[in-house]
């Protein structure tokens, strides 16, 4: 299985005023992006954002206020979503500070979106690692939940056949390819430290969204 996650801002977006993303008519399409998920589309990726929305928490210094709400964080997200139709779905964490312990998913239809709150050094076999960038945990969510939508899909196929557990041996010897794209430091180095935990069939790397795009077009 072949996973491309991208970071959001400055990888697939940017905004039209130079600053700060707080409105979604703000938000427009970096050129080459794109082109570069149609091509890794094409290849047979399975394509995700992993993004960091600290403005969710942080305060403006002139009204005192959030620079934005969750709501407002995910509508811009479903319309970043509206961009790339290839892209199945969105992974944001909107904690400020900390290690962020709070991502919220938006994926399609883009009228849905759902939260999924866990602690960062919880129980949870697959959940253990913060959300927040430079910590891996938006990583290994996505990693996992796009793993068990295509075994589901595999095992759907495989249930009638009499090699259902040959298959299922083929299946997870194939191993996960990750690619993630981003644009800072922190977007490395959760790619990096997600290498470091991630389990051995799964195979992490890393690309800056300049070379991303030039690759992909």
């Not at 993303?21 to 995700?48: E, F, M, T």
């Not at 996505?142 to 075994?151: D, G, I, M, P, S």
């Not at 690619?179 to 922190?186: F, H, I, M, T």
Request: with cysteine.
């Amino acid at each position: 299985m072949k996973i491309l996650i991208c970071d959001r801002d400055g990888t697939l977006t940017t905004s039209k005023r130079g600053h700060f993303v707080n409105a979604v008519s703000d938000l427009q399409p970096i050129p080459g992006a794109a082109g570069a998920i149609q091509k890794y589309s094409r290849d047979g990726w399975k394509i995700s954002i992993a993004s960091n929305q600290g403005g969710c928490e942080a305060l403006s210094a002139d009204t005192g206020r959030q620079f934005l709400s969750k709501r407002t964080a995910a509508n811009i997200m479903r319309r970043c979503l509206s961009f790339f139709p290839e892209i199945d779905r969105a992974y944001f964490c909107p904690n400020a500070t900390g290690l962020g312990q709070e991502v919220i998913i938006v994926r399609r239809p883009l009228w849905l979106w759902a939260i999924h709150e866990y602690g960062a050094f919880g129980d949870h076999p697959y959940y253990q690692y913060a959300y927040r960038k430079p910590e891996c945990g938006m990583l290994q969510l996505a990693v996992h939940q796009l793993q068990e939508k295509e075994w589901q899909t595999w095992y759907q196929d495989a249930r009638e056949n009499l090699r259902r557990d040959a298959l299922a041996e083929e299946y997870l010897a194939r191993g996960t390819e990750l690619l993630y794209v981003g644009d800072r430091p922190e977007d490395k180095q959760a790619a990096s430290k997600f290498a470091e935990c991630a389990d051995k069939n799964v195979t992490v790397n890393f690309m800056w969204a300049k070379d991303w795009w030039i690759n992909g077009n």
